[in-house]
C-alpha cells in the first residue's frame, strides 16, 4: 500500500501574502469609464471629460501598484 501524502509545505514559510491596500482608483475609473459610455449618446464634452478621469486614475492606480511592488522587496 502507498503511504499517504503528506501537505506540501510552502516554498518560502517566512513569507506572507501581500494584498492591495485600500484605494479609490478603481471607484473613479469606474466613474471615467462611465463619463465616456453616457458620453457617447450625449455630447462628445462629456466624453473627453470621462476619458481624461480614466486616464488620470489608470495612472495613479498603476503608480500606487508599482510602489506596493517595490515596497515588497
Known amino acids: ?3 499517504p501524502e503528506s501537505p506540501e509545505q510552502p ?3 517566512t ?4 494584498g492591495p491596500g485600500p484605494s479609490f482608483w478603481p471607484a473613479l475609473l469606474a466613474v471615467g469609464v462611465a463619463m465616456s459610455l453616457i458620453g457617447v449618446i450625449t455630447k462628445v464634452v ?10 488620470v486614475a489608470l495612472g495613479g492606480w ?3 501598484a ?6 515588497l522587496s
Open 1 to 3: 500500500m502507498d503511504e
Open 11 to 13: 516554498l518560502h514559510p
Open 15 to 18: 513569507e506572507e501574502e501581500h
Open 46 to 55: 462629456v466624453v473627453v471629460i470621462g476619458l481624461v478621469i480614466l486616464l
Open 62 to 64: 498603476l503608480r500606487d
Open 66 to 71: 508599482r510602489r506596493d511592488y517595490r515596497s
